[in-house]
């Protein structure tokens, strides 16, 4: 059975998607199998991985009609399968306001998932930032949640409210717990992020993953170039970062 990651934070930019993509990447280079669900309207996971869905086998298109498999694209790099890529297009904000008055509307990704559980090691499930249906969704169907956060003073509010919606959906989904809070983009050399880094440290405690993903221009080229940072050369600093995060996580299992 797979173990569903939901990857979430209602903030926008704190690196939902770049942990979700990263950590799928490393996770498959330790031969597990894995599925990485977009669940974002803007897509910027599936355009991550240059692939351009046809709006009939989209995760919006099986949201919607139960009778729409759910879709698991596979994407290769340097000639090797790596994951399993569930895609999205717009349609999916158009589908997130169609769902909202639909029987079941909260279960539909845990139930369309569900065929799907025992192909996987690993699934990860990138979310929009909002705590809205898709999020919520996305809660329900995993078992853990996965927070990438900003070592930004306001960042640390936004965690309680998200704390707050994972006890919420435990009345759906008693399994649900927080799997670890994720500095994603940390730059060690300004005062705020060291300072706001310690001081989340002390409040949440093992929460915290030990390992932390630097604030790294190389993240950035390796995704404008439709790279992993695993294929990306100059990466490599970043891909060590992202291995040392998918052993962590392992571990935590
Ligand atoms: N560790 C990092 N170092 C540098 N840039 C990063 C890092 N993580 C993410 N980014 C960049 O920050 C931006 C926001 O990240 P993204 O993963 O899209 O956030 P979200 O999905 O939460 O909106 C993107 O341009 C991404 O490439
Ligand atoms: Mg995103």
Redesign the pocket.
Known sequence: MARIIAVA?Q?????????TLSLGAALAHCNLRVLLVDL?PQG?LTSAVGHRPAEDQTVAASLLNLRVPFPAVPFEENGQALFDIAPTTAALAAAEAALSVRIGRELRLRDQLAPLTNRYDYILI?TP?SLGLLTINALVAAQEVIV?TEARYFSLQGLQLLKASIEEVQYLNAKLHLGGILL??LDRRLREEKAVAAYLREEWGEAVFTTE?????K??EA?SAGQTVFAAPQARR?AQMYRALAQEVIARG
């Open positions: 934070n903030k926008g930019g704190v690196g939902k998607t770049t942990t974002d910027n990138d930032p990438p994603s983009k993903i630097r604030s790294n221009s993240i950035l995704a970043a």
